[in-house]
């Protein structure tokens, strides 16, 4: 079992970046991490997974701008945010997933505005 802890997220401006943060309280090197973002009013959305061996998929609003790494070493999973847009404004969860277990953070928020 693990507890999944985001941090990172705050107030930007359009075009800024941030890094995330998902920090486990065990292993990690068996799960499918991915991060998540959920906006008021929108159902909860997949925006980047990396698979055990390190294989990414994105959904396409933020390829090119967001980058998901993983520290199998440091149980920790980043997520970088680029170019930042207004749309961008959501909830962001972190999100484990090995066989029948999957776990989630409590969520950091991230406000795109000027």
């Known amino acids: 079992q693990v507890q999944l802890v985001e941090s990172g997220g705050g107030l930007v401006q359009p075009g800024g970046s941030l890094r995330l943060s998902c920090a486990s309280s065990?292993?990690?090197?068996?799960?499918?991490m991915a991060w998540y973002r959920e906006a008021p009013g929108k159902q909860r959305e997949l925006v980047a997974r990396?698979?055990?061996?390190?294989?990414?998929n994105y959904v396409d609003s933020v390829k090119g701008r967001f980058t998901i790494s993983r520290d199998n070493v440091q149980n920790t999973v980043y997520l970088q945010m680029n170019s930042l847009k207004p749309e961008d404004t959501a909830v962001y969860y972190c999100?484990?997933?090995?066989?029948?277990?999957?776990?989630w953070g409590q969520g950091t928020q991230v406000t795109v505005s000027s």
């Open positions: 999100n484990a997933v090995y066989l029948e277990n999957t776990y």
């Open positions: 990396i698979a055990r061996f390190g294989s990414t």
């Open positions: 065990g292993s990690i090197r068996l799960y499918a």
